[in-house]
């Protein structure tokens, strides 16, 4: 069964502005992951943090987490019109598969 | 660099066909996953692979089924297609528990 649900499911900003989505997940996890797909390809992976982890970057990237919520956030700061794109969080339900959610919707606008 | 491969970026398939999807790593990955993607459901799990000739189904197997007889090679095979199983194929590979996906550049299967 799908873990993760992002919110919202699509997301309209201004080339520049933050974008923010968040994650729900149901069970006990070792990481929770972040993935790009840009239209009609693949997903690429953008950052994972860990169960123990509250929060972390990559660049433009701010990932937090929070276990006892089961909920995280993936922030992009200063969009850029590559960006558009569909965001995805995955958990591993402490098992091989990974799950995703139906994924975010975001929109750069220039 | 690391790459997965999808034998087709395109396929379109008549009904009551036996389609193959094939898919290659060339990381050595233990892992090796297939899912469908449709709008709005996000991506589901069919079957995944933890090592060679080992399979196990995922969260929509039915209509499906898989090979993986060597570590490098992941197929996926549509016994006889129907026009439900229309969708954006996805195969990815991993190493361990928990750890980052690699994925194909999907294929997209229409049915007609």
């Known amino acids: 069964s799908q873990q993760g649900e992002e919110d919202p499911q699509a997301l309209s900003i201004q080339e520049g502005e933050n974008a923010t989505m968040n994650c729900s997940y149901k069970t006990s996890i070792n990481n929770l992951q972040w993935y790009r797909q840009n239209s009609g390809r693949g997903l690429v992976h953008l950052i994972l943090i860990r169960s123990n982890e509250r929060e972390k970057h990559s660049g433009r990237l701010r990932v937090t987490l929070d276990t006892s919520k089961k909920s995280s956030s993936l922030l992009i700061t200063a969009s850029r019109a590559a960006d558009t794109a569909s965001y995805f969080c995955?958990?591993?339900?402490?098992?091989?598969?990974?799950?995703f959610g139906a994924g975010t919707t975001v929109t750069v606008r220039a | 660099d690391v790459k997965v491969t999808q034998s087709s970026r395109y396929l379109v398939k008549r009904t009551g066909e036996k389609v193959f999807l094939e898919c290659v790593q060339d990381m050595d990955h233990e892992n090796m996953f297939w899912y469908r993607q449709d709008p709005g459901l996000g991506l589901r799990l069919i079957y995944f692979?933890?090592?060679?000739?080992?399979?196990e189904k995922g969260d929509i197997p039915e209509g499906y089924s898989v090979s993986r007889e060597k570590k490098e090679r992941f197929s996926l095979i549509l016994e006889s297609a129907s026009t439900n199983q229309t969708s954006m194929y996805l195969c990815?590979?991993?190493?361990?528990?928990?750890?980052?996906?690699?994925f194909g550049q999907g294929t997209r299967l229409t049915v007609v």
């Open positions: 990815a590979s991993s190493v361990g528990v928990g750890r980052v996906a690699f």
């Open positions: 692979s933890y090592d060679v000739k080992m399979k």
């Open positions: 995955a958990t591993d339900d402490n098992d091989y598969k990974l799950s």
